[in-house]
Each structure stands twice: as C-alpha cells, then as structure tokens.
C-alpha cells in the first residue's frame, strides 16, 4: 500500500485557500493546521472538518527566532512532508527556511517578481498594470521570492477597486495552489539545482488563466 503524501498548513486569518485545500479532496494528508493567530477564521473551519488545528502565537516569544522554533517544533510533532503557506503572515527566519528548503510553499496575490510583500491589489491599481494575479513558489529567506512554480493571471478593468480586484485574483488562488498540490502528490514538480522549477507532463494554458494551467 501506497502512503499518500502529507502536508501542514500555516494560516493566519481567514483560510479560503486552506479551505479550498481541504475542498479539493486532493490525494494528500492535510495532518494540521497551525495559524499565529489565535482569532483566525480558518482555525474553526478546519476544526468542523476534523482536521487539528494549533495555535502558536507569536506574541508569546520574544524574537522571531524564538517564535520560528516554536513553530518548528509544532510542525514536527506531525512530520508533514511539505509545509504549505496559505495566507500565512509572518516573516520567516532563514534558518526556518533553511530548515524546509524544498519543503515550503506559499501562494502569493501578486505575478512575482511584481508587487512582493503586503497591499499587492492597491499597489497594482496604483501603478495601471493591465493584468495582475497570484504566484505559488517554494520560499527560500527573502520575502515573497523563490522558485516559481505556477501563476495565474486576471485582467485590470478602469472600474476596478481593490476589493473587486482582489476578489478576482482570491477566486484563481483557489484553482492555482490545489493544483500545484496535486501535481507535488502526483511526484511532478522538481526543483532543479539551478533553482528552476520543472512540472512534468506539456505545461498547458487554459482558459483559467493559470499557467501552467489545471487543464494540463
Ligand atoms: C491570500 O490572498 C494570500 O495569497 C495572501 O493572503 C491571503 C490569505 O487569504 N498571502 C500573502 O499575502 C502572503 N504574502 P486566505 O486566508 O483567505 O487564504
């Protein structure tokens, strides 16, 4: 018999992408998930759908690497094999990163290297991009930045706000990341040493606008 692949899933507010995570019924082991916050939204959601879900609160430890190895040490109690970032907000030690490389995920609400670090929506109506978007990566020490791994993009209407913007990219972020998931269960993504990411099969692009796109 055959061990399905494992994950933890860190969180910090409201989860939508842990949820649609948890929605996709993808062929891996959501062991926990573990939010910052106590007061997270997704901490209950995951609770109704019987999955754990742990609190370590970074406001109990005095520096971020006190905090990065309690989090550590939460982590470990379930030995995931990948550790997937879904809206998690807190800026990780390198040593943290160090410690997962190759083994963390994030999604993030931006076409990376555009817009890294908080307000991605504002700053694209700011700037007049015409498309916008979200980036899943594996995380290495700088924030926001790594290996891509997959990105889906949305148009920029004159009309559009914030809010309708970032409605537009939340609704792809949860295509995107349960798709790069799968293909992570499936044995299809490889990091290469140079630090590329490579999807095995003919990266396909679909009327999603994910690319490579769910219709690989
Ligand atoms: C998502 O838009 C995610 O891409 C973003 O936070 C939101 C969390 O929403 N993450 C980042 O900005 C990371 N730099 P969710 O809690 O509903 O999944």
Same mark, same amino acid.
């Given at each position: ?5 494992? @994950? ?11 949820? =649609? +995570?948890?929605? =996709? ?15 997270? $939204?997704?901490? &209950? $959601? ?38 997937? +970032? ?17 083994? +963390? ?21 700011? #700037? ?21 791994? =997959?990105?889906?993009?949305?148009? @920029?209407?004159?009309?559009?706000? #914030? ?9 792809? &972020? ?14 299809? +993504?490889?990091?290469?040493? &140079? ?19 769910? &219709? $690989?």
């Amino acid at each position: 018999m055959t061990v399905m692949p494992s @994950v933890v899933v860190l969180i910090s507010g409201r989860g939508s992408n842990m949820v =649609a +995570l948890l929605d =996709a019924h993808l062929p891996l082991r959501i062991l926990a998930v573990i939010s910052n916050r106590s007061d997270a $939204q997704g901490l &209950e $959601q995951a609770r109704s759908r019987g999955i754990p879900a742990e609190v370590v609160d970074h406001r109990l430890y005095a520096t971020r690497e006190d905090f990065d190895g309690a989090l550590q040490g939460c982590i470990s109690r379930f030995q995931p094999d990948m550790v997937v +970032l879904a809206g998690f907000m807190r800026i990780l030690t390198p040593g943290f990163v160090r410690h997962y490389e190759g083994r +963390l995920l994030n999604i993030h609400p931006s076409l990376l290297p555009a817009f890294p670090g908080l307000d991605t929506h504002r700053r694209a109506l700011a #700037e007049g991009v015409r498309v916008h978007g979200c980036t899943v990566h594996f995380v290495t020490p700088e924030l926001d930045h790594g290996p891509i791994v =997959a990105q889906a993009v949305v148009p @920029v209407f004159p009309e559009d706000t #914030e809010a309708l913007l970032a409605h537009r990219v939340l609704s792809l &972020e949860h295509v995107l990341y349960p798709q790069v998931l799968r293909w992570w269960a499936a044995g299809r +993504l490889r990091l290469t040493p &140079e630090g590329r990411v490579e999807v095995a099969g003919r990266p396909a692009w679909g009327p999603s606008g994910c690319y490579p796109g769910p &219709e $690989q």
